[in-house]
């Protein structure tokens, strides 16, 4: 806490722009993340062509981290470019310039999942996105941009992303004094996932375009015509709707469009004297219902509702609820996009901008090359085939070392050597131990429902068996691991034997980069840290 405090202060207190630098310069203030590939649009690309290209570094005995690897594309090219902010200075971190223009502060409380809080001292002017960069500094995690902050009012039991750009005191502001309301601060994979993906947000039966477009638009360039301020796409189908003051929940025919959220009081018509408005998003936002069938009587568990800023009481709420997960969110996704629009998109390419002006690697990086110090004199390693071979045996040899130093003493036995195995995953992230299915299922829709997010735990039916717990197609899938006999060794299978593994970490890393039996590859681990 007095680190954070004094990292603050020396950003206050410098007389200039180049005293501000020398603090980032000192890693005071470095807040620098995992680097990660250049987004390259399809068309009227926001970034130069010539993408500096990575490069493996060979390091002994080390595992790399895959969290932020992939590379990947969007599909959504640029309208208005002359809205894109202009890069910053490589020396000087962008989510922490608000810092130096204001000397107000105040003392906020951040939570994780765990319910640990921690208390810290910030600008009244800060953003939530300068909040996580924060978090992310000072606990030390790797920055791949998903890192969220989350409202989340109790006294409701609802909770929503507040948006990178969202001025967080004014969120604080409209709270009430006597309201259990809190921030969170944890992984949202999906916050911008519908940028990547759009067609998996947007499914066909749900979206047709307005009259206002005087044509039909091809739904793969859905989300160019929500940033479009001429254009709307029109959002349509049925949810159950909580009826004021009554317990009882109603079907109706639901449509979105850019004046606002209206339903129909006849059937599927959409003729203008049958359809009722209930709200725009002006002055308001959505928000997911935690526990609607227990809080609300709510038909399914897939329920949102519309929320104005002035409203204080659940009784205000515009509650509504769908029939699955992937139609409750093709409804918040649209809601998102038609309040702040451009801003979103703003918000999802700016760390990567930031990270096309300031490569985070260092001369000494780039002048890297793989070493062979086998034999009496040192060589380099040119061949690129001999050097990935050496990288795999210098693995192999990681591990059987780790799993010789766990062992007990003496030589160890089959039984010692299936205790090291077990020993080896339990630091890893994506390892959770004794946690239970709902508990399961539950940190991973909080994370972000799509395809690939996982975390692996011990299995509550089987003390000598895991699990692992998969996100596809907006649903949580589990699979359970394992043990095989194999010679007298102890090794785990996912398939029945079919492949196996010496150890989890190993069965982790096999998935990561071969769909195997799964339904896709383990790309986003679940994580959780403490404050």
Known sequence: MSDMNNTLEEIHTSGSLGDKVEIFQSGKGNVSGFPSPALIPLRAPLLTPNAQKSRTTLCKGNRS????????????????????????????????????????????????????????????DITARDICQLFVLK???????????????????????????ESVMEVLSGWGMDTDSRLYFRKNYAKYEFFRKPLDFFPDHMVSISSETNGMVDHSQIIQTF????????????????????????????????????????????????????????????YTVLSAKKLHGAPTDYSFC??????????????LCADDEPTRTCWITAMRLLKYGMQLYQNFIQPHQKQKASPMRSISENSLVAMDFSGQRSRVIENPSEALSVAVEEGLSWRRKSCHRLSSHGSPSTSQSSVSNIALHLAQPWFHSKLSRDEAQRLITQ?????????????????????????????????????????????????????????????????????????????????RITL
């Open 65 to 124: 981290n895959k969290e932020g690897e992939d590379s990947f594309s969007s599909p959504v090219p640029n309208p208005f470019p002359e809205l894109i902010p202009s890069t910053l200075s490589p020396f000087v971190s962008e989510c922490l310039l608000p810092w130096t223009k204001s000397s107000a502060t105040q003392v906020i409380k951040v939570y994780n999942e765990d319910n640990t809080s921690r208390a810290v001292e910030v600008p009244s």
């Open 139 to 165: 606990n030390h995690c790797i920055d791949d941009h998903s890192w969220t902050l989350f409202e989340h009012l109790s006294h409701l039991g609802i909770e929503r992303t507040i948006e990178d750009h």
């Open 227 to 286: 940033l479009n301020s001429s254009t709307c796409p029109e959002i349509h189908g049925h949810l159950h709707a909580k009826e004021q003051s009554r317990k009882s929940w109603k079907k109706f025919y639901f449509v979105l469009r850019r004046s606002g959220l209206y339903f129909s009081n006849k059937g599927t018509s959409k003729e203008p004297r049958h359809l009722q408005f209930i709200a725009d998003f002006s002055d308001s936002d959505v």
């Open 306 to 319: 519309v929320k104005s800023t002035k409203c204080s009481s659940a009784r205000d709420l515009k509650l």
């Open 447 to 527: 994370q972000g429902l799509i395809d690939g997010v996982f975390l692996l735990r011990d299995s509550q039916s089987n003390p000598k068996t895991f699990v692992l717990s998969l996100c596809h197609m907006q649903k949580v899938k589990h699979f359970q691991i394992l043990p095989v006999d194999n010679e007298g060794e102890s090794l785990y299978s996912l398939d029945d034997g079919h492949t196996q593994f010496t150890d989890l970490i190993q069965l982790v890393e096999f998935y990561q980069l071969n769909r195997g039996v799964l339904p896709c590859k383990l790309k986003h681990h679940c994580a």
